[in-house]
Each structure stands twice: as C-alpha cells, then as structure tokens.
Nanobody, 121 residues
Framework: QVQLVESGGGLVQAGESLRLSCAAS????????MGWFRQAPGKEREFVAA????????SYAYSVKGRFTISPDNAKNTVYLQMNSLKPEDTAVYYC??????????????WGQGTQVTVSS
C-alpha cells in the first residue's frame, strides 16, 4: 500500500512562487514513477509533471514548462513541485500521483488527497 500526502498549497499573487511537497510512504515506493496533476473548477484533471525516484527523467506539460520544476528527495521519500512565475490560470487543486508504469500514460495507481493553489491577478 502506498500513501501520498500533499502540502504547500496556498493563495499567492501572480508572478509569485510556491513549492508543493508530496510525502510518500509504502514499502515499495521506490518502484513507482511519481508526478503531479491538477484540476481546475469545471475542468478535467490534467497532467503537470512527472519524474522517477532516480531523478534522471522528467516530463512537463507544455503550459508549465520553464516555470515548474519537479524533483525528488529520496532520503525523505518526498517529491517537490517548485512553481515559479505563477499565473491565475494555474489555480487548481494539485494532486500527487504514483504509477508503476507511467505517470504520463497511466494508469495511476495511487492519488494524494490534493492541495489547493490559488493565484490572484
């Protein structure tokens, strides 16, 4: 069993930064690919970023590339999403995800509970 707990969301102004954290627990967590998704009101959940625990390969949605950075801390079993130059359109609930196969292609095996990010203009 894998548990994912997100933190770090909040209310910021456009242009500011936030760092989200996803603390992962579970005996086999190192065998999963990790990532972030987001869901804005009235919209479907969308992929944001993905990484392996070894940190060698990352993927980003076009809308966040160059502004967001995903990174792992293997010692803490935590994955971070550093979000810079935030825009009002980044407002959403952000979810941490774990997949044995691929975060980008799925299926997602585990989801966190989500953390709200609100960016004011």
């Amino acid at each position: 069993q894998v548990q994912l707990v997100e933190s770090g969301g909040g209310l910021v102004q456009a242009g500011e930064s936030l760092r989200l954290s996803c603390a992962a627990s579970g005996r086999t967590i190192s065998s999963y690919f990790m990532g972030w998704f987001r869901q804005a009101p009235g919209k479907e959940r969308e992929f944001v970023a993905a990484i392996s625990w070894r940190g060698g390969s990352t993927s980003y949605a076009y809308s966040v590339k160059g502004r967001f950075t995903i990174s792992p801390d293997n010692a803490k079993n935590t994955v971070y999403l550093q979000m810079n130059s935030l825009k009002p359109e980044d407002t959403a609930v952000y979810y941490c995800a774990a997949s044995r196969r691929s975060v980008v292609l799925g299926p997602i095996d585990y989801w966190g509970q989500g953390t709200q990010v609100t960016v004011s203009s």
